[in-house]
């Protein structure tokens, strides 16, 4: 479809890293958009060869393997992830926390078994998170994991990062009006032609009616962290798929949070660790670092109640004036 400036909107999905990417972008022909999504799905590929949690050989398995020995020489990619991640762990003091992955594990099988992990396992499994035990050298680009057993967990900033590398990646072969949507949380470039901004759909939980918030964004990125999907309930509590990693015990739900930033993997982490933090305490946070988010979550059975920082109110009133119509 011609859309403006010789650019024409072309969309494609596939699967990836567990869910769906979809990418939408404006090229000058069938041709240019054909490379473009050639380039940019493979570069999801290429991460998940990195970050991948499932498969034995990613490059986060193989540095694990490593723990308690090193260090170890790593990408680029996986040095800047552990990079951010260091950063939102020490500024929500540990809400967000990648070596979690012993107790995540955990908890899965309990998800399968439906029992809550023993005390013993749980405190075994606590032993070993601690993010200020993973030693990051920039000028070598090394990364040493200091106890034996130590294990990562991307999941809750490896999506963002891929949204952003994604939307470079596009950049870099001249298509700048862009958006990437990885399983919900959405990165944009430029908006499309002839428009000021894309407008992103802002997810509201099923249960949860009134109104859509749609935001109007460009250069940034929405991350959404909730129970949605993957909850277990035992003993009348709904257990998240996150993890309080002070505790051990999953974050009770329901729960969601929406965080929009400039930097579609601080987007992903923070809402992440915001999901980790009590709904008050998690908007004090936002509200003292600037960041935008939104916390939904259920005070009593059946009632929702929503919180907004103060950057996240500015977003949902500001309105991107309409392009003036062309003379007749
Ligand atoms: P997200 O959907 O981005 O909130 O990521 C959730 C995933 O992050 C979980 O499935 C775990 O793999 C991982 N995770 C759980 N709890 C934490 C935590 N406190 N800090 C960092 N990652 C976590
Ligand atoms: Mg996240």
Not at 164 to 180: F, H, K, N, T
Request: with cysteine.
């Amino acid at each position: 479809m011609e859309a403006g400036g010789g650019l024409k909107r072309y969309v494609r999905t596939e699967p990836h890293m567990g869910t769906y990417f979809t990418i939408i972008l404006y090229a000058p022909d069938s041709e240019a958009a054909e490379a473009a999504f050639h380039a940019g799905f493979q570069r999801i590929r290429r991460l998940d060869e990195i970050f991948s949690d499932y498969r034995p050989d990613s490059e986060l398995n193989r540095l694990c393997r490593q723990a308690g020995a090193g260090p170890v020489h790593v990408s680029r990619e996986l040095f800047e992830v552990l990079t951010l991640a260091r950063r939102v762990s020490e500024a929500s003091r540990g809400a967000f926390d990648v070596t979690v992955k012993p107790v995540v594990r955990l908890w899965r099988r309990a998800r399968r078994q439906r029992r809550p992990p023993s005390q013993a396992r749980l405190r075994a499994a606590l032993e070993l998170v601690d993010y200020r035990a993973i030693e990051l050298d920039a000028a070598r680009r090394t990364v040493r994991l200091r106890r034996r057993g130590m294990r990562l967990d991307l999941g809750g900033i490896a999506k963002g990062y891929t949204l952003a590398a994604v939307l470079s990646e596009l950049a870099a072969r001249g298509i700048q009006r862009a958006l990437v949507d990885g399983g919900g949380d959405i990165a944009v470039a430029d908006p499309p032609p002839n428009k000021n901004a894309w407008r992103v759909l802002v997810p509201t939980p099923e249960e949860m009616r009134g109104e859509p918030v749609i935001l109007r964004l460009r250069h940034s990125a929405v991350a959404t962290s909730g129970d949605a999907e993957q909850y277990v309930v035992l003993n009348a509590k709904r257990y998240s798929h996150i993890i309080d990693p002070r505790t051990g015990w999953p974050v009770v739900g329901p729960r969601q949070v929406t965080v929009v930033h400039s930097c579609a993997t601080l987007a992903d982490a923070w809402a992440t660790a915001l999901s980790v933090l009590e709904p008050e305490e998690a908007i004090a946070l936002a509200d003292a670092r600037g960041l935008a988010a939104r916390v939904i979550y259920s005070p009593r059975p059946g009632s929702f109640e929503s919180l907004d920082s103060r950057a996240f109110r500015k977003l949902v009133s500001y309105q991107v004036p309409s392009p003036v119509p062309p003379r007749p």
